[in-house]
């Protein structure tokens, strides 16, 4: 459980896929948010019951204002969001290809690969 005023993030592995959004309603405590930013090539379906019944709110958002930006910045820095969970794995910049090749084996297992400039 999450201390108030923190928020978790999970992010779907791929986003815009049935599997995906099937695997992140399944994980979301009861009462939470979902927020769809990926793009979906077909209308994905959604279990209603389920989400009635853990009483989950799902959200769409396409874009970002410079002000979001912003704010989710230092709601960062203030330790109110808790971003290490997104990161999978860290590559030096010379390890760049070794990174692109991670991404291509583990892409389905792995939430942000990072390289570090």
Sequence with gaps: M???GV????EIPR???????DALMAHVEKGG???I??????????????LGEHELNVFGSMMYRKEDYEEAVKMIDAGKILTAPLI???FDFDKYLEAYHYIVKQG??????MIKL
């Design 7 to 10: 928020i978790e993030f999970m």
């Design 108 to 113: 389905d297992q792995s939430m942000k690969v």
């Design 88 to 90: 999978t794995k860290h």
């Design 37 to 50: 930013l990926g793009v979906y090539s077909e209308n994905p379906s959604v279990n209603m019951y389920f």
């Design 15 to 21: 986003p815009g896929v049935q599997a995906s959004l």
């Design 2 to 4: 999450t201390s108030p």
């Design 33 to 35: 948010d979902i927020v």
